[in-house]
């Protein structure tokens, strides 16, 4: 089929997200709807087939009666066009909490188990510059910060694969004309009209508010400079980390009046960033809790316990989020530690506790408070302390934190 000027322009700037040296397997989710089918048409004539191998993903959620008709159409869709396709299942929804966020994070889960079992390092989602200006909107109502209103990223970090927007410049309409042009259906998620959501009452405000410059383009651009005031603010938290910031076990320490004299938004990510690592999440501390433990320095957040030294602030393990944890002599205890030592068939790796503690006569030798060492893995035979490797050394076991420093550090500028 010939190509008109518009298609041309689309598929050079598609193209163009990918730079010159594209991987050589690109997964496609599509969900059947309108951009990612427009996304995955696009994408076949992006690429020479010798250059890039192209997979598609479907997930069906098992939430409407349509998804399996739909999740068909796409791999009837994707036959024709020649690439392999597969359909992902959940069945996960117990029925309880937020139905669309747990479907969404279930949808991501599969979608990179999915790419990793077939070698897929990059996932393009159909993501449109209208979705953007939407983020936009919905934080602003939520009166989000630089990190909020930088909206979604044209590349993100997606548990060890690399998820990429590569439509974010493009609009709903002009994907919309190019599906028409190329007489291909779609499905209408019926949830489009629905008011009930939130994204569905912005994006009809968008509509009234198109009068007043608010336009799609305007609002990504906002976005745009909040990425790029984030990225500023991301080296100035990295600098002030390596002047301020220790590991010692498996806490950071900051260095105390120095903490104190940084700018707001520096030490309000610095902590929040501590939290994250030192508890091994995947996402920050909400934003006005982690305002309140700026100004406060003590307290809970995110399975952590922030502790005041006399010159110091150090973010440690909290015992609450660790104490069920068990993990055999092979493998990580909560999935950061691993320990090293004369282990036998017995032993167990969980947290020291008090009881352990209590246990451990020269833990204060080691100077880390006892909030923190009951947090720290330690050995044990049933209910026979072993050892307490961070609470006492004996240069016989060893407990290391995986990653360490430089770990910390450099998520400080990829977080
Ligand atoms: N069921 C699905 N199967 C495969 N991919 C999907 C599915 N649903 C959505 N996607 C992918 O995600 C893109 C964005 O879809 P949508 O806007 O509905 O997601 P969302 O729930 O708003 O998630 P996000 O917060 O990431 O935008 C789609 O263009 C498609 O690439």
């Given at each position: 089929m010939l190509l008109s000027s518009a298609d041309r322009t689309l598929i050079g700037a598609l193209r163009a997200v990918f730079g010159a040296n594209p991987p050589a397997r690109i997964g496609v989710a599509v969900s059947g709807g309108g951009d990612s089918v427009a996304l995955l048409h696009l994408l076949t004539r992006c690429f020479d087939d010798r250059e890039v191998t192209l997979f598609a993903a479907t997930v069906?959620?098992?939430?409407?009666?349509?998804a399996a008709q739909e999740a068909e159409d796409v791999a009837r869709l994707a036959q024709q066009l020649g690439i392999s396709h597969q359909i992902l299942h959940w069945h996960?929804?117990?029925?309880?909490?937020?139905m669309q966020d747990r479907a969404r994070r279930a949808r991501y889960e599969l979608l990179a188990d999915w790419a990793k079992n077939n070698e897929i390092s990059m996932v393009a989602t159909g993501h449109t510059i209208d979705d953007q200006a939407e983020t936009v909107l919905m934080r602003l109502a939520r009166a989000s910060g630089v990190d909020g209103l930088s909206?979604?990223?044209?590349r993100t970090p997606l548990s060890g694969i690399t998820l990429i927007?590569?439509?974010?410049?493009?609009?709903r309409a002009d994907l919309r004309d190019y599906l028409r042009r190329q007489g291909l259906c779609w499905a209408e998620d019926p949830?489009?009209?629905?008011?009930?959501y939130d994204r569905i009452r912005v994006r009809k405000a968008l509509g009234v508010l198109h009068s007043l410059g608010l336009t799609a383009p305007k609002l990504a651009q906002v976005a745009a400079n909040m990425q790029s005031a984030r990225d500023a603010l991301k080296q100035q938290t990295y600098s002030a980390a390596l002047q301020i910031a220790a590991i010692d076990g498996g806490d950071v320490v900051f260095a105390l009046p120095e903490f104190r004299s940084l700018p707001d938004e520096v030490a309000r990510r610095l902590l929040g960033q501590a939290i994250r690592w030192v508890g091994g999440g995947d996402y920050l501390p909400r934003r006005v809790p982690l305002q309140a433990a700026v100004a406060d320095l003590s307290g809970t957040l995110g399975g952590c316990r922030i502790l005041q030294q006399k010159d110091a602030i150090r973010i440690a393990r909290e015992y609450e989020a660790v104490k069920s944890f068990q993990a055999a002599p092979d493998q990580a205890w909560d999935g950061l530690w691993r320990l090293a030592g004369p282990?036998?068939?017995?032993h167990e790796i969980r947290a020291l506790g008090a009881a352990g503690l209590a246990q451990?006569?020269?833990?204060r030798v080691s100077g880390r408070p006892r909030a923190s060492l009951i947090a720290t893995p330690a050995i044990w035979r049933g209910d026979d302390l072993i050892a307490a490797p961070l609470a006492e050394?004996?240069?016989i076991w060893r407990a290391e934190r995986v990653g360490g420093r430089k770990d910390f550090l450099a998520s400080l500028l990829s977080h």
């Open positions: 069906n959620h098992g939430l409407r009666p349509e996960g929804w117990g029925g309880r909490g937020n909206a979604m990223a044209e927007r590569p439509m974010l410049k493009q609009s949830g489009n009209e629905d008011l009930a282990f036998t068939p017995e451990c006569r020269n833990w050394e004996t240069g």
